[in-house]
């Protein structure tokens, strides 16, 4: 991978400079309210793709009926003490704050008089009485929040509820017969399809950009809750919160995130599902929180090294990396080693599947998981617990393949007590399988292949009697993980 570290994750929100639209053509197939003269009521069919010859689709009627519904928001946040400097940029200068946000390096901070923060994102009205959506990075911590409807009106803004684990958040203004967008749902929504922004980008108000759906059911870092539906939609700071048109002119997505080496668009862009955000957006309305399942397990993705080693048939499921003490998976039995393959009947084909399933059930309500362990599947019975605090740990970690190479040493009294754990391996050094397989000094091993190791011998005889994989269980800090080796 070349110049990865370049590479982040960015929401983008503060507003500064220029995003323009375009699709032209002849494009017949959205309607809002009667058909348009020698336009087609009905919307063009999927099976109806596009070839060479065919005009582009024309978003001109989506942006004339439903960009009245979207809105621009402007914050005032907390003074800043001190104000990074940028060389030759006035920190006062409007692009100022963009720069600072997106990838400038870290520069010598000089005494600034008080000056409150600003900044600018946008949103669209859900209900006509006011109920307004939005990220939740882009009003948290906000001390003022203003929206500015298309027709010039504007309205202080209540923060109902935030959303972190979503980003979303929800608004009030004191407005009745508004605009309102049309839902849509993302899950009929296809790999290929246009798909069209609305927003405020670089603080350039109502800016429509378009663009198609490069890929559903992304899964990002530090991002547990929200299966993202990934397009080629030019999105910069200042569309955050925006909507994600369909071609029927509904909304499917929350534009919420860019993939950027500069800060900039760069063709990735990525929204939050509509109806995750409208089951944020009912909660915090009805009861001015969001509650959420959670089992209690640390979970991590299963390779071809790791479903070898447990036996499984295929690469599968959410295995379990740790157990919470005390959680709702520790009452019904589920141990680290386990293979999560159902969650109320419903395939976990990958781990990012299950975080959203346990989420949306209500905590105290019996589910049933179907595991593997030890060759074999089994069904337990668990009542699902409450998600007291999102606490985002990443449990994927890169492997890599290929006799394990590990110098390991019992722990010492101290090591165990500092620690908290009653016995495993110390790595001191790491070469060969062990070392590309990820393992590394200071790591601690637990386990082999789901059993206990507190000796060394009895890490030889285990991995003695082990297949083409080990599966080992290791502790790397506070977060317990998983590694596939193949011994040589």
């Known amino acids: 991978m070349t110049n990865s570290r370049s590479q982040f994750l960015t929401r983008s929100l503060m507003a500064t400079a220029v995003a323009t639209t375009l699709a032209a053509g002849a494009w017949a197939g959205y309607t809002a309210g009667a058909p348009q003269a020698g336009t087609p009521a ?11 010859g065919h005009a582009l689709p024309d978003f001109s009627a989506i942006v004339a009926a439903e960009g009245p519904a979207v809105v621009n928001i402007s914050i005032t946040g907390k003074p800043m003490k001190e104000h990074p400097r940028i060389p030759g940029m006035d920190p006062d200068d409007p692009f100022s704050p963009f720069f600072r946000r997106f990838g400038i390096p870290k520069l010598p901070q000089m005494p600034h008089p008080d000056i409150p923060t600003h900044a600018t994102g946008s949103g669209f009205i859900v209900s006509s009485d006011g109920i307004v959506l939005t990220n939740a990075h882009v009003v948290d911590d906000a001390d003022e929040v203003t929206v500015k409807l298309t027709d010039k009106r504007e309205f ?84 955050s919160g925006g909507p994600l048109f369909n071609l029927n002119g509904e909304v499917i997505g929350v534009n919420s995130q860019i993939y950027s080496r500069s800060g900039g668009y760069q063709g990735l862009s990525f929204s939050i599902p509509i109806d995750v955000a409208m089951k944020v957006e009912r909660q915090i309305v009805d009861h001015g929180k969001v509650s959420r399942g959670q089992l209690g397990v640390l979970i991590q993705g299963v390779d071809q090294g790791l479903a070898e080693s ?51 059930v209500v905590p105290g309500t019996a589910a049933k998981l179907e595991i593997w362990r030890q060759g074999k599947s089994r069904d337990l019975s668990i009542t ?32 165990k007590r ?31 292949n789901g059993e206990s190791v507190t000796s060394v011998e009895q890490l030889r005889s285990l991995v003695a009697k082990s297949g083409k994989r080990v599966a080992l269980l290791i502790q790397r800090e506070d977060d317990k993980l998983f590694i596939s080796v193949t011994p040589g």
Do not use: C
């Open 156 to 239: 202080k803004a209540k923060v109902l509820g935030v959303d972190k684990a979503t980003d979303v958040a929800v608004l009030r203004i004191a407005a009745k017969g508004l605009p309102t967008v049309r839902i849509g749902d993302p899950q009929k929504a296809k790999v290929g399809e246009w798909v069209l922004a609305i927003g405020s980008p670089f603080g350039f108000e109502n800016s429509a950009t378009a663009g198609i759906i490069s890929a559903k059911s992304r899964s990002l870092p530090d991002e547990n809750y929200v299966p993202f539906l990934q397009t080629d939609v030019a999105i910069n700071p200042g569309n």
């Open 42 to 52: 009905a919307a063009t069919s999927a099976a109806q793709v596009p070839v060479a």
């Open 418 to 448: 500092d620690s908290g754990l009653f016995g495993g391996l110390m790595v001191e050094d790491s070469t060969g399988p062990a070392a590309r397989a990820g393992i590394r000094q200071g790591d601690v091993i637990l386990a082999v």
């Open 310 to 360: 447990f036996g499984l048939p295929k690469a599968q499921g959410a295995l379990v990396a740790e157990v919470t003490p005390g959680s709702a998976a520790e009452k019904a039995g589920v141990k680290p080693g386990d293979v999560i393959l159902k969650f109320n009947g419903k395939d976990i084909a990958a781990s990012r599947d299950l975080p959203p399933l346990v989420a949306d």
């Open 384 to 415: 699902v617990g409450e998600a007291k605090e999102v606490q985002a740990k990443a449990a994927e970690k890169a492997v890599a393949h290929g006799k394990l190479g590990l110098s390991v040493r019992p722990l010492s009294a101290d090591e």
